[in-house]
């Protein structure tokens, strides 16, 4: 590749990683062309991009932003894998596939600032994600209305099941 292809090559990724949310950095020799194929589907699907490039080019691209720091976790051949939506969606798919196959080994990754080792990322792995957290936000917006109400309701419907036990009670004792 000639220094214009490379420069061109620094030029986007650099742009890209300042919108990024998190990255996660893994090795991925001795996997076949097929495993990787469907790695990268699944990242994909989860909106993460899969990128193979060279550490030299990736060094070149970090040096002067916010992800400079992991630059420590670039040696030997790298899987870059980032998001600029969910900061949990690459970690979630690459600890799935370092389970997967063990050829595939998770070296660290960025998140907020820094930079997490093998553990940190499988840690991150298991936080929610951006679609659980809304679903429970909602969940404990709702719940406030619901209890409220259930309280206003609570008299009305206490008053029914006292009439409807006295009307029982006085159709037992007229059939007696």
């Avoid at 090795?27 to 097929?34: A, H, K, N, P, S």
Wanted: charged share 25%; hydrophobic share 40%.
């Amino acid at each position: 590749m000639d220094k214009a292809g490379k420069e061109e090559i620094v030029v986007d990724l650099k742009s890209r990683l300042t919108k990024v949310t998190s990255i996660v950095l893994a090795d991925f020799r001795g996997i076949t062309v097929q495993a990787v194929t469907r790695a990268r589907d699944d990242f994909r699907a989860a909106g993460c991009n899969y990128q193979v490039i060279k550490n030299t080019l990736i060094e070149h691209a970090i040096k002067g932003t916010k992800v400079e720091p992991m630059a420590k976790l670039l040696k030997g051949p790298t899987a870059l894998i980032w998001t600029d939506e969910d900061p949990s969606a690459p970690a979630k798919v690459a600890t799935k596939w370092a389970k997967e196959s063990e050829k595939f080994v998770i070296k660290g990754g960025f998140v907020d600032g820094q930079v997490l080792d093998k553990a940190g990322v499988e840690s991150l792995a298991s936080m929610p994600g951006k679609d659980e957290l809304r679903a429970t936000l909602l969940a404990t917006f709702l719940s406030g209305p619901q209890k409220f109400l259930q309280t206003i309701m609570a008299a009305q419907q206490n008053f029914v099941y006292l009439l409807d036990a006295h009307q029982r009670k006085s159709s037992e004792g007229s059939a007696a």
